[in-house]
C-alpha cells in the first residue's frame, strides 16, 4: 500500500518525458507508474473521491487502481474502438467508473505532466457520460476535456470552474446552478440557438405567425400579426429588412397565412386570408411588384421559373409573374390541396360518402405536364375518416405524399410513396388533436409535424419511423421551416396572451443523433407507481396496453409488465400501496392482477368507469363513474362484494384519493367546458359511518385534477387549476392557498414524511413546498411538457416524474450535507432541451455573443471576462506548481493578476 507521502527523487517535468503510447513495454510502464504515483497518492485520491462524490473502494488497494490507470490511459489514447467495451464494463463495475473520475479530475493537476492527457481525460468523460454516469454535484474545477461529448449529461452544482472546456458539446444537458466561472469555453456546443423575439417599441404585442426560409439559406422571411413581413440574417440572428404587407380593405391587421421565396430568392409571395391576394416583393429593391387577386381562400403556392401557380379551391391558376396576368390553368370539381415542386401534377381530393356513419377521403392527382389537361394519374382511397383537414403537402424531390386525416378521437397520417406506389400509415397513437402543418425538409429525408397539443413531431421518412418529439410550449404556432442545409427547424411562437411578444425559435437537427440513439419507450407518461421494497417503479404511458418497469436506483428499463386480458385501451391503473395489485379499468369492469403470481379477476361495476383508488391497506378499492352515473363505489375486491355507494357528484368523478389512516376518501369530479353554470365540487366522505362530511364548492372554470391527502390524514391538497388549496379535514378549516404556477397542475403528491408537497404542471415545472418551514417552495425545472406522473420515493429522498413528452426524470432531493438542493440523478428519453437556470457565468472566457445570449434567455447569470488572458496564466501557474510535487486537489481560487 503506499501512503500519500511517498515522494520520488526524479524531478519530472512533462518536456522531459517522451512515451509511445502505440508500443507498450517494460520501460514505458514503469515511467508511467513512477509518474501516477508521484501524482496519487492517498490524501490526493480521498481528496478527489470527496470532489467527485464517489467513495474511495476502500477494500482495494491504491497499487491496484493506479495499475489499472496504467492500462485504461494506452486504451483512451489509441484509435482503437475501446468505446463500447468500456461502456458496457461500466455498467457492472465500480472500480471502472473509479479509475476514470480520476483520469478526469486529474487532468488539470496533478496528471497534467502525462502526455496527451487532455485527449485521454476527454474521451474518460465522454464514456462515463455514454454509460449515463450522473455528474450532479462533483466538484470538476479545472479539469482539462477539450472536445468531450456531454450531450445530454447531468451537470446540476457541477463545480466546472477554471475548467479548459473548449469544443466541448453540452447539448441538452441540465447545467442548472452549475459554476463555470473563469472556464475557458471556446467554439462550446449548445446545440440551440437564441429565440429571436418580436419587437415591442415599434409593434406592441407583436405575435409571429410564418416562416420560411430563401433557397440558398441567405434569409429568413417571418410574419407578424400586424401585416409585416421581417426579413433576418440567419448568420447574425439580426432584422435586416422589413416588408409592409397592409392592403385592401383590412389594412390595419392582414392576416398573413402563407410565405415563398421564389427560387433565386429574390421574389417572395406574401399570402393574405383576409382579402385572398398574394403580394410579389423584390425583396433586393423591397418594392412590391404585384398585388394578384383571387375569388376565394389561397390554398397553395408554387413558384416556377418565369411564372407562378396558385391553388384556390377547386381553381388552379398560372400568373406571369413580369405582368401579373394570369389564366386558368385547370378547374378541377374537387378541392386541390397540393401542387408538386416542379408543377408535373396537382392533387385534389373529395369526400366518398359511401358509408353513412364515416365517409371515406378519396385523393385524386391529376397529372399537368401538357397544360390546359387533367389527366388522372393516380388514386387513393383513404379509409374510415370522415374529414380531411388541408394540410397535405408534397415533398421537394416529388417522392412523398404527406396527408393528416381525423375520424372523432383518432388521428392519422398517411406517408403516400407516389414512386413506388406504396401507402403508410403511423403516429395513430401519439397525434390526439389537429394537425396544424407538414413540412419536409430540403433533401426529403425528415418531416416535421405539428399539432395542438403543442408539439412538433419529427420522422424519418426513409425508415418510416417516429424519430423524437419537441415540446413548444406555445398555445398556437402555424407553420414549420427546415433550413436548406437540413441543420434547423425554424417555428413561430404565437401565443394567445396579450402582452407576451411572439418568438421565433431555432432547433438543431443536424447535431442530434437522431439515427443512433434509443431512446426507450417513446410514449407519453400517464402515470408512476413505486412498488416498495424491490427497487422497481411502474411507468403507465399514454393509454397503451402495457405497463413499463425501471430500476428506480439507475433508470433503466427492466422490462415489460403486460395487462394479459385487456381487449382494447387501458385507463385509469392503479397500484395498491403494498405493490401487490394492479388494478385498472375496462369500460365497466375492473381488472385486477395479483403482481407476484400474475393472477387476475374481473369486477363487474354495472357504471362506467372514470377513476380508481386503493385503500391504505389494499384491501378495498373505489371506483369513480362516467356518463349518466356519477357515482363512486367502493369495492373489497377479493370477494366482489359492493360496500358503499355515494351519490353526489353531478358530473364524473376524475380524481379518488383516500386517506393514509382509511377514514377518508376525497373525490374531485370534472369541469365540462360547455357548462356555464355547473360548479366543481371536492367531496369528503367519512368511511366509519358511509356519508359525506365535506362539501368544496369551487369557480365555474376550476379544473380540480388532482387531490392528495398528507402522511397523518388531516391535511388535504387540492390542485385547483394553477393554485392548491391546503384543507384541514379533522377541524373542516381552510388552511393556505399556494400561488406560484402559471398554468394547469395535473399532479401533486405528499412525501411520507409530510414535510414535501409537490405540484407539477403543463409546463413542465414542479414546485416543491416545505410544510415545515412556513411553505418555502423550491422550483424544478427540467421537463418540456406537462407532467403527469409524480411520486416520492420511500424514504423522500427522490422524487419520480412523467412527462407527456415521454420523459421520466428521477431527481434527488438532497445534497451530501442534507441539505434541500434538487438536482437531476438519471432520466429516460430525455427532455430535448438544455436547462441552465442558474448557470453561473462569471469571468467565463472565449464564449461566443450567439451562446451567451442563448444562456441568459434561459437563466444564466454572469458576464464573460473582458480579459481573454487571465485563464491562461492560471493554467501556466497550475502547471508549473504541480510540476513540483504533490499538491492539495481543492478547488482553485481566482488568482490575483
Known sequence: MMDGDCSLSLELNSEDIDLDFSDPSSEYESTLQNIIKKCLGKTTLYNIADAVRAPFPAAVEIQHIIQRIILLIPQLQTEKNVFNSIVDGLKIEIELRWCLLIIVKGSGMGLNIIPDVEKTASKAITILNAAKIPFSGMDLSGVCIPGANLERALLDNTNFSFANLKKVNFKEAFLRKAKFNDALMEDVIFGELPYVEGSNSILKWEKYGCCCYSFDGKWIAVSNNHGFVKLLDPESLQFKKKINCNSGWFKKNAFITDIKFDPSGKLLAV????????????????????????????????????????????????????????????????????????????????????????????????????????????????????????????SIDNRWLAIHCRYKERADVFLYDLIRGKQHCFL??????????????????????????????????????????????????????????????V???????????????????????????????????????????????????????????????????????????????????????????????????????????????????????????????????????????????????????????????????????????GSWLASSDCWISSSNLWRPTVRIWDLKIGKQNICLKYGIVTNLS?????????????????????????????????????????????????????????????????????????????????????????????????????????????????????????????????????????????LDRKNLILLQQKGAVGSPSTDTGILHQWINLKRQSSSNGNEKMTSPQRPKM
Not at 452 to 461: A, G, L, N, Q, T
Not at 809 to 833: F, H
Request: net charge neutral.
Open 271 to 394: 399570402v393574405n386570408s383576409h382579402d385572398n391576394t398574394i403580394q410579389i416583393w423584390n425583396i433586393i429593391t423591397e418594392q412590391r411588384i404585384h398585388v394578384l387577386s383571387h375569388a376565394s381562400r389561397i390554398k397553395s403556392v408554387l413558384f416556377l421559373e418565369n411564372n407562378m401557380l396558385t391553388a384556390s379551391e377547386n381553381i388552379l391558376r398560372e400568373w406571369n409573374i413580369e405582368t401579373g396576368a394570369s389564366c386558368v390553368l385547370i378547374r378541377c370539381e374537387f378541392d386541390i390541396i397540393g401542387i408538386s415542386s416542379n408543377a408535373d401534377f396537382y392533387i385534389a381530393y373529395c369526400k366518398d360518402e359511401e358509408k353513412s356513419d364515416r365517409g371515406n377521403i378519396t385523393i385524386y392527382i391529376y397529372d399537368i405536364i401538357n397544360k390546359f389537361s387533367s389527366k388522372l394519374k393516380k388514386k387513393i382511397k383513404v379509409e374510415s375518416m370522415s374529414y380531411l383537414y388541408s394540410n397535405a403537402t408534397i
Open 706 to 846: 388532482s387531490l392528495s391527502f398528507s402522511p397523518n390524514s388531516q391535511c388535504l391538497a387540492i390542485a385547483a387549476g394553477d393554485t392548491v388549496d391546503l384543507w384541514n379535514i379533522q377541524q373542516k378549516k381552510y388552511i393556505k392557498k399556494l400561488n406560484g404556477h402559471i398554468r394547469h397542475i395535473p399532479k401533486l403528491t405528499f412525501d411520507l414524511s409530510g414535510k414535501w408537497l409537490a405540484s407539477a404542471d403543463c409546463r413542465g415545472v414542479i414546485r416543491l413546498w416545505n410544510i415545515h418551514d412556513n411553505y418555502k417552495c423550491l422550483v424544478i425545472e427540467g421537463h418540456s411538457g406537462s407532467i403527469y406522473g409524480l411520486v416520492f420515493s420511500k424514504d423522500g429522498r427522490f422524487l419520480f416524474s412523467g412527462c407527456d413528452n415521454t420523459s421520466i426524470n428521477c431527481w434527488r432531493i438532497y445534497d451530501d450535507k442534507e441539505q434541500p438542493n434538487p438536482c437531476l440523478e438519471w432520466m429516460v428519453n430525455g427532455s430535448r432541451a438544455l436547462f441552465c437556470k442558474g448557470m453561473e457565468l462569471t469571468d467565463v472566457q472565449g
Open 491 to 661: 417555428y413561430c411562437k404565437h401565443t394567445a396572451y396579450e402582452g407576451d411578444p411572439g418568438r421565433l425559435y431555432f432547433h438543431n437537427i443536424e447535431q442530434s443523433h437522431l439515427f443512433d440513439i434509443k431512446l426507450g419507450i417513446h410514449k407519453p407518461v400517464h402515470d408512476l407507481y413505486i412498488l416498495p421494497n424491490i427497487n422497481r417503479m411502474i411507468s403507465r404511458q399514454s393509454c397503451d396496453r402495457d405497463m413499463y418497469l425501471w430500476n428506480t436506483s439507475t433508470g433503466e428499463y427492466c422490462g415489460l409488465l403486460d395487462y394479459y386480458n385487456c381487449s382494447g385501451y387501458a385507463f385509469n391503473a392503479t397500484v395498491s400501496p403494498d405493490g401487490e395489485w394492479l388494478a385498472y379499468s375496462d369500460f365497466r369492469e375492473i381488472r385486477i392482477i395479483n403482481l407476484t403470481n400474475k393472477k387476475s379477476f374481473n369486477i363487474d361495476t354495472k357504471h362506467t368507469i372514470e377513476s380508481l383508488a386503493f385503500n391504505p391497506d389494499s384491501t378495498l378499492i373505489a371506483s369513480g363513474g362516467d356518463s349518466n352515473d356519477f357515482s363512486i363505489r367502493i369495492w373489497n375486491f377479493l370477494t366482489g362484494e359492493c360496500k358503499y355507494i355515494f351519490l353526489g357528484h353531478s358530473k364524473k368523478i376524475q380524481s379518488l384519493v383516500f386517506s393514509p389512516d
Open 428 to 489: 395513430s397513437d401519439l397525434i390526439k388533436e389537429q394537425v396544424e402543418h407538414l413540412t419536409f425538409s430540403f433533401n426529403g429525408r425528415l418531416m416535421a409535424l405539428s399539432s395542438r397539443e403543442k408539439m412538433i413531431h419529427i420522422f424519418d421518412v426513409a425508415a418510416l419511423k417516429h424519430v423524437y418529439t419537441i415540446q413548444t410550449q406555445m398555445d398556437y404556432f402555424n407553420k414549420t421551416a427546415f433550413s436548406p442545409c437540413g441543420g434547423w427547424l
